[in-house]
């Protein structure tokens, strides 16, 4: 026998198709995983967008409040769940256009400081509603909503009612609760 002949031997031929069997082995399992992988993916996007199918994601608690002086109520974040408007005297705004003027509190801010709530004004800030169209730089006060007949206004409290930090620091967050509320104005539903 010649050495030096030329071609494959048989094992060398076992090994060519051990090799490619295995590369088409592995090649095959990862295109089954990839094709699973889609299709779970294609379902899940089906189920996230058909409303039958879909699991309700936890929402958060919506708390409607409503304020009869102003005819109109708003959703409240769980901080304000006990947003208070104590009614004023429109007589003193010297306005014949202003119908309602309150400030706003809340349960707790009472509780845990009255006198800023008596004697010293709106923890929250004052809230007005105005019959007719607002113009802007005429008033002391910001536009909130714009209704047909009338407006509700707001104007942020002028200074802190207490000398606790953390009462102020209670008031300045509330303060921010309640201005972002503010987009869900509505009028008020019976």
């Known amino acids: 026998m010649n050495r030096n002949e030329q071609g494959f031997s048989a094992l060398m031929l076992i090994l060519a198709l051990v090799v490619a069997g295995l590369i088409a082995g592995i090649g095959w399992y990862v295109w089954q995983q990839q094709d699973k992988d889609q299709s779970t993916d294609t379902t899940s996007q089906q189920q996230n ?39 004023g005297d429109t007589s003193e705004t010297n306005m014949p256009a202003v119908k309602a003027v309150g400030f706003m509190t809340t349960k707790k801010l009472v509780e845990l ?45 002028g200074m802190q009612c207490s000398e606790d930090p953390a009462f102020n620091q209670l008031v300045d967050d509330l303060t921010a609760d309640l201005k972002k509320s503010f987009t869900t104005i509505s009028e008020a539903q019976n």
Do not use: H, M
């Open 113 to 157: 400081d009255a006198s800023c709530t008596t004697n010293k004004g709106a923890p929250l800030g004052t809230v007005w509603k105005v019959n007719g169209t607002y113009t802007t730089g005429e008033n002391t006060w910001v536009l909130v909503k714009q209704f047909p007949d009338y407006y509700i206004a707001y104007r942020e409290p």
């Open 49 to 87: 967008t058909n409303p039958q199918t879909a699991q309700p994601e936890e929402k958060a608690k919506a708390n409607v409040v409503k304020i009869s002086e102003l005819g109109i109520q708003l959703t409240v974040s769980d901080s304000l769940q006990d947003l208070q408007f104590i009614s």
